[in-house]
């Protein structure tokens, strides 16, 4: 008993009449009837009552015909619910956001307003994790530029010095890293993509940071060097909220403080279509919410 036996007894027990079965199922009568037969060999009852030209649904006809119906139905909700699976999932965008967590929420939000319809999954977490997470697409710093494929620069952007006003400092704005070493900072966490390379510029200017305080939040960072807590490393553009009246901001000449935001993403052909309108997006529109 295979599908396609199943499938003509259906469309015969539906007429109830040979010929009107074999046009609706483009075969012939003779092979029709031979698919019947076979059925009712191997059933070894009677699926049909012959009366001269005519034939109905014997006893046992109609307990194969419930369970043939279930079978159908079943396959038909197969169907559905995997075709139901594949849309949420091409519906579903997922990124990893490792910099400029503060502009980028607005540029989900006016995603979200064009295309209330995808879902976008926002992971954070630090650089150690990177490996242990596969999403569709991904936002991150570095401290050289990066040429891949895959990938594009979404900007270059200065790494300032942010002091308290209250700090008793000379009133050059340009400075070199070294003259700090010994003062108090504010940093982002460890593993963070611009803890990693604020770290490394104070190690190329001869010292390891004295972190009094870590703070995930760029406002309570502000909040922190207004309060004259210690100093802190402020990239130029992607944290330009940081700017106060009580906090100096200096440009550091030595070393040339900079990082890069970057964008990646999985091959194209294995981007859904919801992936890759995102990624678009983000290329076309990143620099609109700085």
């Not at 965008?93 to 879902?119: E, G, M, R, W």
Request: net charge positive; hydrophobic share 35%.
């Amino acid at each position: 008993m295979n599908f396609n036996q199943l499938n003509v007894f259906l469309c015969t027990a539906k007429y109830e009449h040979f010929t009107k079965a074999s046009n609706e199922l483009l075969i012939s009568q003779p092979s029709l009837s031979r698919i019947i037969k076979e059925l009712e060999s191997e059933l070894e009852v009677p699926l049909f009552t012959r009366y001269k030209k005519k034939i109905t649904l014997s006893e046992y006809g109609k307990v194969l015909l419930k369970h043939t119906n279930n079978i159908f139905s079943e396959l038909n909700d197969i169907k559905s619910e995997i075709s139901d699976m594949r849309n949420d999932t091409q519906k579903n965008v997922s990124l990893s956001l490792y910099s400029a967590s503060t502009p980028f929420q607005k540029l989900i939000a006016s995603f979200n307003k064009k295309y209330p319809n995808i879902h976008l999954k926002i992971i954070q977490y630090g650089m150690s994790e990177k490996e242990e997470y596969e999403t569709d697409l991904s936002l991150y710093s570095t401290i050289i530029p990066i040429h891949k494929e895959n990938n594009i620069q979404l900007l270059e952007e200065e790494i300032l010095l942010a002091l308290p006003i209250s700090m008793n400092y000379k009133s050059e704005k340009i400075v070199d890293l070294s003259d700090f070493k010994n003062k108090e900072f504010i940093c982002l966490q460890k593993k963070k993509d611009l803890r990693e390379i604020t770290d490394y510029y104070c190690a190329l200017s001869g010292f390891s940071p004295n972190v009094v305080l870590e703070s995930d939040s760029p406002s309570t960072i502000k909040q922190f060097i207004s309060l004259g807590l210690g100093i802190s490393f402020v990239p130029s553009i992607t944290w330009k909220d940081v700017k106060d009246s009580k906090i100096k901001l200096l440009h550091i000449q030595s070393p040339k403080c900079k990082r890069y935001i970057n964008l990646s993403w999985k091959k194209n052909s294995y981007l859904s279509k919801a992936s890759l309108l995102f990624k678009d997006f983000v290329i076309n529109n990143f620099n609109n919410y700085l």
